[in-house]
């Protein structure tokens, strides 16, 4: 099974601020990777797939990079609306699997 | 407008058996994969299983840990998914939800749209 590996588990961060989360593969996956967010309650919300092609109707402040074993999701300036926990999922082969988690939250 | 609505959860005891529900709308659904993803209190997303698109011929997969117990299937005429589930276990108590994989050029199509979700818990 392909394991994924998010870094940080947690975030701290401030309205305004730059914010990376890292994906790493435990073998490559080509750019099949997703990126969703989830917030409390809620179900997941896809932002990005194939690693860097933004979903229709996500704001651009988010932006995706990476292929093969290393990927990054990017938002540029966060927003009220961004403190959630981001997932991760590679869609390269079964068994499907998510990362673990991020969580952002407000410093 | 797309809309997924899933049904059936509630409580269950260790070794017993539930069907989920997801009446899906708004979509062409034998174009899509539809597949299901549970979280267990607390914790991260795990993806449970998949049901491929009528020109895939409705094949299935499944995780291992579900595997031989639970089976995802689908109604056509319904627009419905379906999640039989069987000899439940305590670690099998989640929020289901059912999600459409997108039509992607790939062939490996992420989820699109997610239902609400429905609770499951396994306890005696």
Redesign the interface.
Known sequence: ?IQLTQSPSFLSASVGDRVTISCRASQGISN?L?W?H?KPG?????LI??ASTL?SGVPSRFSGSGSGTEFTLTISSLQPEDFATY?C?Q??S????????TKVEIK | EVQLVESGGGLVQPGGSLTLSCAASGFTFSDHYMDWVRQAPGKGLEWVGRTRNKAKSYTTEYAAAVKGRFTVSRDESRNSLYLQMNSLKTEDTAVYYCARAAVRGSGRPDFDYWGQGTRVTVSS
């Open positions: 099974d099949y997703a969703y989830q809620k179900a997941p919300k896809l797939y194939g979903e997932y999922q869609v390269d079964y068994p499907l699997t998510f990362g673990g988690g």
